[in-house]
């Protein structure tokens, strides 16, 4: 079976320096990897995807994420924090070990950024 | 072109209450979703929908019931609502069914209180 880790609920950064959200997955089968993000009351955003192409990829907004096969992990970052990037950010991962047709959600890691 | 939509935005019920959440999207997705956001435990799949007619239950089906009314709307009943069905609900489409590589699009999620 499929499952994601989110190794930090919480994390504070201040404005304009690194933002670094980890992630690490498990799956069977080769993985499709998803970062979401989700300002309050509000829906899931997609931010990037890795889909077995370039194991850097570059998403919406500045940030990006690499794909690394042999520590199973798929780190979010952001060289400069903004105060707008205050949210939860969701891994996901999507594989075809278990047939099921949907994502696996890790549990989330709330962003906040300090002026 | 407004996307996923979702009605309620909010509802509160008492136990043992039944009430229907609408889902519709405008964008000819063939495949659709139903989650439920709980803290600290990310999105779950109750119940998805590969194309127009078929239903297939999720990680937390339980209390549930869901509807294909045909390709735009998805809806999801709760018969009788209990407490544990507190939760944010959110819908979601994608486009070809290739749940391991599409993209999800979410509707803004209905926030559901049962006392």
């Known amino acids: 079976a499929q499952s994601v880790t989110q190794l930090d609920s919480h994390v504070s950064v201040s404005e304009g320096t690194p933002v670094l959200l980890r992630c690490n997955y498990s799956?069977?089968?080769?993985?499709?990897l998803f970062w979401y993000v989700q300002h309050p009351n509000k829906g899931l955003q997609l931010l990037l995807k890795?889909?077995?192409?370039?194991?850097l990829v570059k998403g919406i907004n500045g940030f990006e994420a690499e794909f690394k096969k042999s520590e199973t992990s798929f780190h979010l970052t952001k060289p400069s924090a903004h105060m707008s990037d205050a949210a939860e950010y969701f891994c996901v991962v999507s594989s075809m070990d278990t047939g099921r047709r949907a994502l696996t959600f890790g549990s989330g890691t709330r962003l906040q950024v300090q002026p | 072109n407004a996307g996923v939509t979702q009605t309620p935005k909010f509802q509160v019920l008492k136990t043992g209450q039944s009430m229907t959440l609408q889902c519709a999207q405008d964008?000819?997705?063939?495949?659709m979703y139903w989650y439920r956001q709980d803290p600290g435990m990310g999105l779950r799949l109750i119940y998805y929908s590969a194309s127009e007619g078929t239903t297939d239950k999720g990680e937390v089906p339980n209390g549930y019931n869901v509807s294909r009314l045909n390709k735009r709307e998805f809806s999801l009943r709760l018969e009788s609502a209990a407490p544990s069905q507190t939760s944010v609900y959110f819908c979601?489409?994608?486009?070809?069914?290739?749940?391991?590589?599409?993209?999800?699009?979410f509707g803004p999620g209905t926030r559901l209180t049962v006392l």
């Open positions: 890795y889909t077995s192409a370039a194991t």
């Open positions: 799956s069977s089968y080769s993985p499709s």
């Open positions: 979601a489409s994608v486009s070809r069914g290739e749940f391991s590589t599409d993209t999800q699009y």
């Open positions: 964008m000819n997705h063939n495949s």
